[in-house]
C-alpha cells in the first residue's frame, strides 16, 4: 500500500518562503509522476506543479517564476519550493504520485497560510 507524508506547510507573511516536502512509501516499481495540488475555500482543487519521469516540470500560470516543484528519485520525495507567496496561495496543498502501473495516489493535505 503507498502511503504519502506531506510536511512544511505553516503560516508565512506575505513574500516568504516555505518548502514542502512529500515522502512516498510502499513504491514496488518506481514513480511516473509526483506533484502538488491545492484547494482554498469555495474553490475547487487545482494543480500548482507536476513533475513527470523523463519530463520538464509544469506549473500552474499562477505560480509560475515564484514555484519549483524537484524530486529525488532515489528517496521518493518530491518538494515545493514556494518563493514570494502572496494571500492567494492561502490553501491546503495535496501530494500526488503516480507509481508505474498503479492509481494516483493522494496525501491527507497539509495547509499554508499567508497572512501579515
Known amino acids: 500500500q503507498v502511503r504519502l507524508v506531506e510536511s512544511g506547510g505553516g503560516l508565512v507573511q506575505p513574500g516568504g518562503s516555505l518548502r514542502l516536502s512529500c515522502a512516498a512509501y510502499?513504491?514496488?516499481?518506481?514513480?511516473?509522476?509526483m506533484g502538488w495540488y491545492r484547494q482554498s475555500l469555495g474553490k475547487e482543487r487545482a494543480l500548482v506543479a507536476l513533475?513527470?519521469?523523463?519530463?520538464?516540470?509544469n506549473y500552474a500560470d499562477s505560480v509560475k517564476g515564484r514555484f519549483t516543484i524537484s524530486r529525488d528519485s532515489a528517496k521518493n520525495t518530491v518538494y515545493l519550493q514556494m518563493n514570494s507567496l502572496k494571500p492567494e496561495d492561502t490553501a491546503v496543498y495535496y501530494c500526488?504520485?503516480?507509481?508505474?502501473?498503479?492509481?494516483?495516489?493522494w496525501g491527507q493535505g497539509t495547509p499554508v497560510t499567508v497572512s501579515s
Open positions: 500526488t504520485c503516480t507509481p508505474w502501473g498503479s492509481p494516483e495516489y
Open positions: 510502499g513504491i514496488r516499481f518506481g514513480i511516473k509522476a
Open positions: 513533475i513527470a519521469t523523463g519530463s520538464s516540470p
